[in-house]
């Protein structure tokens, strides 16, 4: 049975990530109503990646050290903890600042956007960072959870 | 809200994970010192990360805000790409 808290994690980081992407979309063409959708969203974005930071963070501590990392050092692909849960969680640590950034310079520009060039190319830029990186490393979490599948097949755990 | 210091702060912050990152595999001690914050080295990287944040924004206030250049945003995501493969290359060459 999957894990409550990686569920959880999964989740909440998925929404915010689409809902960055939602702010991308916005920004690129904005009017008063679009930007004011775009700030919803970032807020809205920047709670579930913070939510996803404690819940990915709790796990990590509490159950991958514990029951996931010595399985999957133990199978085939040892390589799956020691380099792409690495750099999964350190990478991570980035999104919550990006996405601090992008909501907080949002909310701070608001209606601006419409005329100020470089601030829109700005929110748009770091909004579709965090989509992508986010992506990138949601992509990492898969293979962690086949290397995972893979310990468990070969009755490691 | 100073836009500037905001980006900066976020540039020094994702530099500062990524020194942390290889730093604390490269020295016990640090790694320890990172421990002794929240009980695991990862949490002790994030309360620092999320504390050096406000405070290198706080230090950046005075910097001139009048008007926001992409030279800063493109600072920022440079950061994001080298601090994002310097720690990809480090553990690649650590397995």
Redesign the interface.
Known sequence: MIDPLIFLHVMVAEFGLFAFLWVLVEVLNPTETRIRRARIAAVIGLACLLAAWIAGGFYYVEVYGAQVKPAIKAGDAPWVHSVVMEVKEHVFLFLPVLAATTAALLLKFNNDLLHNREARLTVAMLAGLVFLLGFVIAGMGAVIAGGYRSAIEAGLT | ?N?KA??RA?AI??AW??VA?IGSELSAAFKQLLTSIG??H??G??IL??VL?VLSYLSLLKVSDD????R??TL??GT?MV??LA??IF??M??
Not at chain 2, 67 to 70: D, G, H, P, R
């Open positions: 809200m836009s905001l980006i976020a912050t994702i994970v990524a990152t009980g695991h990862w949490i990287k994030s990360s999320a944040f008007k926001l250049s992409l800063d945003t920022l995501i994001v601090a994002g720690i990809l553990y690649v650590q397995a």
